[in-house]
């Protein structure tokens, strides 16, 4: 038994034994690697670089550009900066956000930090190229950097034309028989008061007339003090006969030798009208029952887009007939009219009257309707049985006054 013990106990003392020699190992594995891993960095160290080394601005403008600052070394450094060469004329400053610097922490090992250099030309600074100098140092001094930024100062250029002249909606669309007004926004940059003539030119036949917002009058020039701004409408008639599609506007506003322009588009979309009627403008005729009457009406497309498949319908008292020539129009160009002859036989039984005929002529998207008097009368064969029995009986009494006369 004693044996066992003595036996456990060795066991106990190898194994502390390997784990010490273990860790021995370990520790001096790491140390190696934490000795490959020397930090290489130097004792101290700083640098600064613009961001954007060239720059170019119009007059009037100012600059914003950053300047990078790394500190390279293993302590912390406060740097300090300065202009160090500006040319007159500008003003210059080191800042962060909305406030100026003349100096930055930089803590070891950080990121890199970034600050502002800011320059602006005075106005009456002229156009060219200028160069500016940043230095950077550290608090004792040792360490120092400095580089160095162009900025290309152009002059602004000036607005094309001294009148202003704009419009949200330069493109309005709708039928021939529609009214289209357009609003313009004129403002004046001429720099003194001044009397604007408006002109402005459309398709022929068209109406085209400048006025004041919401009144009705018509105006050919506008007074305006220098930079002032007012809307203007134009409105827009189009001729009725305007066939679809787009027509542009020209609108020059001018005033000596300056002068703005706008182009104003109106697209006509096609539309649909038909119209009929007779030349004389009366709508009756006169006939007999069962023969045939006859009136000539026309067919007329007073809209912007061709009409087709024009047909005739009637409506008219039982057993009465009407019928057109010709029975359809297959297609009626805008402005152009047609002739048609519509033939009205009454009935047999038709009363002596007063009658109603209405004619539908119906297209493409349109149509017209006309109600036609027909007066039926009395045959003039009649008449002249009338007046054949009138004979007879004047006869027969003539004959029998003279046969009575010889007894």
């Not at 036996?7 to 934490?34: M, Q, V, Y």
Request: glycine content about 8%; some cysteine.
């Amino acid at each position: 038994m004693r044996s066992n013990v003595i036996n456990k106990a060795l066991f106990a003392l190898s194994l502390i034994l390997a784990l010490c020699i273990g860790t021995s190992f370990i520790s001096s594995g790491l140390a190696k690697e934490e000795k490959g891993k020397e930090d290489k960095r130097p004792e101290r160290g700083i640098s600064m670089s613009f961001e954007y080394p060239g720059v170019i601005i119009d007059k009037g403008d100012d600059v914003n550009v950053d300047l990078i600052i790394k500190n390279k070394g293993k302590r912390d450094e406060n740097v300090y900066f300065k202009v160090s060469s500006a040319p007159a004329g500008w003003k210059t400053k080191i800042k962060t956000f909305n406030f100026s610097i003349t100096s930055i922490h930089l803590p070891e090992g950080e990121e890199d930090m970034h600050v502002t250099f800011y320059a602006k030309p005075e106005k009456d600074t002229k156009p060219g190229t200028y160069k500016f100098k940043v230095d950077a140092k550290t608090e004792d001094g040792k360490f120092k950097v400095s580089h160095r930024v162009h900025i290309t100062l152009h002059e602004k250029e000036k607005e094309k034309g001294e009148i202003k002249l704009t419009t949200s909606y330069p493109v309005l669309r709708g039928p021939n028989d529609a009214k289209f007004e357009f609003s313009l926004d004129v403002t004046n940059k001429t720099g003194k008061d001044n009397t604007f003539n408006l002109m402005a030119k459309g398709p022929k036949d068209w109406r085209i007339n400048f006025k004041p917002p919401y009144e009705d009058k018509y105006i050919s020039s506008l007074r305006l003090k220098s930079n002032e701004n007012r809307s203007l409408n134009v409105e827009v008639t189009p001729d009725r006969f305007s066939t679809a599609g787009e027509y542009l506007i020209p609108v020059v506003i001018s005033a000596g030798e300056s002068k703005a322009e706008a182009e104003l588009k109106v697209t006509i979309t096609g539309s649909y009208k038909l119209e009929a009627g007779t030349a004389t403008g009366l709508l009756s005729l006169g006939t007999v029952k069962g023969k045939e009457g006859n009136i000539s009406i026309y067919v007329k497309n007073n809209g912007s887009a061709t009409i087709h498949n024009i047909e005739f319908l009637s409506v008219k008292p039982e057993n009465w007939k009407v019928e057109f020539k010709p029975e359809k129009i297959d297609a009626l160009e805008p402005g152009n009219l047609k002739q048609v002859e519509v033939s009205i036989v009454p009935a047999q039984e038709a009363l002596v009257g007063d009658y109603a005929v209405g004619l539908n002529i119906s297209g493409e998207k349109s149509s017209d309707n006309l109600e036609l008097r027909v007066t039926v009368k009395a045959s003039a064969a009649w008449g002249w049985i009338g007046i054949g029995i009138i004979v007879l009986v004047i006869v027969g009494l003539f004959g029998l006054f003279v046969s009575l006369g010889r007894r």
